[in-house]
């Protein structure tokens, strides 16, 4: 006799400040580099965190190791107060939702389908998949071209294709790598906008981000990494200062209060 193996169960909603991952003296080797030196970084429900840095500062891989896509060389990942490396495939799919940097498809799925597949964790109801898939894709601003083939979208709308399959998977940890590099200026404050809006209802978000102004205005934290390492985190009023940041990016910056929010800005420093 053959038995059905259960799937398993959604986590119970976190506790507000909950840590939903985290990374202890993490050390993350790609082929023959170690790309992570002893980063230690925590996760919690109800905050925004953003990875920020240069190039080759190890923000995708950090992600990807929090997400426990990468193996760890030394340290500890925890998802949910677990090692990563103990929780099944299936675990792993109900408690954190990943946005790579390249959304691709290799069949002529159309955009509905493609946000469906967020659903695949859950066994649920199909009218819950259902209103899963199209508040989704509501936020995300794709509904207009449900039926149009994935491969026909242009950049900016395959990036928000590919985000509307996180939002329906219904992670509580949304891990997104460069989420607004494909995308115009009004896509980007959404993006942003519905990261502060997941972290409002209690989850917890990691984004990287290049752009500094999007950090400051929508992180309640950010990570700075430079060469594999964490060198400054906290809120972003308090890290972003000008001589830390001249530091990390070999580029003077100017550092200063949006006149409005009061956020940081911060601009390359160029002659008058």
Same mark, same amino acid.
């Given at each position: 006799m053959r038995l059905l193996r259960r799937r398993p169960e959604?986590?119970?909603? =976190?506790?507000?400040? %909950? *840590? +939903?991952?985290? $990374?202890?003296?993490?050390?993350?080797?790609? &082929?023959?580099r170690t790309v992570l030196h002893g980063v230690s970084v925590v996760v919690r429900a109800g905050e925004v965190l953003a990875l920020v840095g240069p190039n080759g500062a190890?923000?995708?891989t950090l992600l990807g190791a929090l997400a426990a896509d990468l193996p760890a060389?030394?340290?500890v990942v925890?998802?949910?107060?677990?090692?990563?490396?103990?929780?099944?495939?299936?675990?792993? =799919?109900?408690?954190? %939702? *990943? +946005?790579?940097? $390249?959304?691709?498809?290799?069949?002529?799925? &159309?955009?509905?389908d493609v946000v469906r597949m967020g659903r695949a964790p859950h066994a649920a109801d199909p009218a819950e998949d259902d209103l899963a898939?199209?508040?989704?894709?509501a936020r995300a601003e794709v509904t207009d071209f449900a039926l149009r083939p994935f491969s026909a979208l242009s950049g900016g709308e395959r990036a928000r294709v590919a985000l509307a399959r996180v939002l329906a998977q219904r992670a509580p940890l949304v891990l997104l790598d460069e989420p607004t590099a494909a995308l115009d200026l009004r896509h980007q404050e959404l993006v942003l906008r519905l990261c502060r809006e997941r972290a409002h209802a209690g989850d917890a978000v990691v984004v990287v981000l290049h752009d500094l102004a999007l950090a400051a205005a929508y992180a309640h934290r950010v990570a700075i990494l430079r060469a594999g390492r964490v060198v400054a985190d906290g809120p972003p009023g308090e890290v972003f200062t000008e001589a830390l940041l001249s530091d990390v990016y070999?580029?003077?910056v100017e550092v200063f209060p949006h006149p409005r929010t009061g956020a940081a800005v911060v601009a390359p420093r160029r002659p008058s």
């Open positions: 959604p986590p119970a909603p =976190a506790e507000p400040g %909950a *840590v +939903l991952a985290e $990374a202890e003296d993490l050390h993350v080797d790609l &082929g023959r190890g923000k995708s060389a030394a340290g925890r998802v949910h107060g677990r090692p990563a490396a103990e929780w099944s495939a299936a675990e792993l =799919a109900l408690r954190r %939702a *990943v +946005l790579p940097q $390249a959304a691709t498809m290799s069949f002529p799925f &159309g955009v509905e898939v199209a508040e989704a894709m070999d580029q003077p």
